[in-house]
């Protein structure tokens, strides 16, 4: 059994045969912010998530002219390939890519096994900041149908339709309130979302490189928890960047028709007036 659409994946031989392709751009997103700078694939990118792809002022995203702004800058044309990498195994890689399809990008890919993977085959990087010249990007309007809103959250819990808690068992539980050094994800309680099913993200992934698992793990692991294809899903985690990786794996690697990522997550349902939470 292949993945339902491997198009959205490439790995590192591709990543390093098109570093001179002018219709490719390669993308490096990261939860540390310092790695891009101490090395990164040669005509990579930066693209932080934090400064760049948040709104200055409210919990949101950049707006859809700042979208075609950034996009414009970095050399992105509309029929421009984007190939996303980061750290954590893709974390905001796959985040980045949510966020480019949010706004109606097409060509889109993530290199398998993101930075680890890169590096553990001795493969270059260079310090080099690339210019490329500024493009006339035109982003489609917010495509609402890959984002859920805490209104679809209560939805889905009315109607008893699948969620997934992609964060660790720990925090699912609610015994973890608080991530050490994420001072940005606080909430006030813990537990998690009733009726969410805990599939941690990081059961997608092989642990030794970063890679996801084939598509008759990801199958045997989603469907094991009865997170099947024919239902609506709504995946969450802590801010949305690990559950756009389960939200990734479900829409691409196995092809389910209708998957939203929750990124309000925890620190707006941990913080909500009168939200339901289990412990």
Known sequence: MSY????????????????????V??????????????????????VDWFSVLQHPLRRDFLTKEKFEELASALGITNETT??????????FAAYALWLFQYYGHQNLKIMNGGRTKWEQEK???????????????SAKEANKSIRAFR?????????????????????????????????QEGSTRGGHIPTA?????????????STFKSAEELRALYEGKNIK????????????????VTWFVLKYLLGYPNVKNYDGSWTEWGNLVDAPIEK
């Not at 339902?4 to 591709?14: C, G, N």
């Not at 493969?123 to 990007?137: C, G, I, L």
């Open 151 to 183: 209104d679809d959250v209560f939805k889905q819990l009315d109607q008893k339709k699948p969620l997934v808690d992609v964060r660790s068992p720990k925090e699912y539980s609610g015994e973890l309130t608080h991530m050490a050094n994420y001072p």
């Open 197 to 209: 099913v805990s599939i941690p993200w990081s059961q997608a992934v092989n642990e030794a490189d």
């Open 4 to 23: 339902a659409h491997p198009e959205y994946l490439v790995d590192t031989e591709w990543v390093a045969a098109h570093l001179k392709d002018a219709n």
């Open 229 to 244: 294809s024919d239902g609506e899903v709504i995946a969450y985690c802590r801010i949305g960047e690990r559950s756009s």
């Open 123 to 137: 493969r270059p990087f260079v310090k080099e900041v690339p210019a490329y010249a500024k493009t006339s990007y």
């Open 82 to 91: 984007v190939v996303f990498y980061g750290d954590k195994s893709n974390w």
């Open 25 to 46: 751009r390669i993308v490096e997103s990261d939860e540390d912010p310092l790695l891009y700078a101490i090395g990164h694939i040669e005509g990579a990118v930066h």
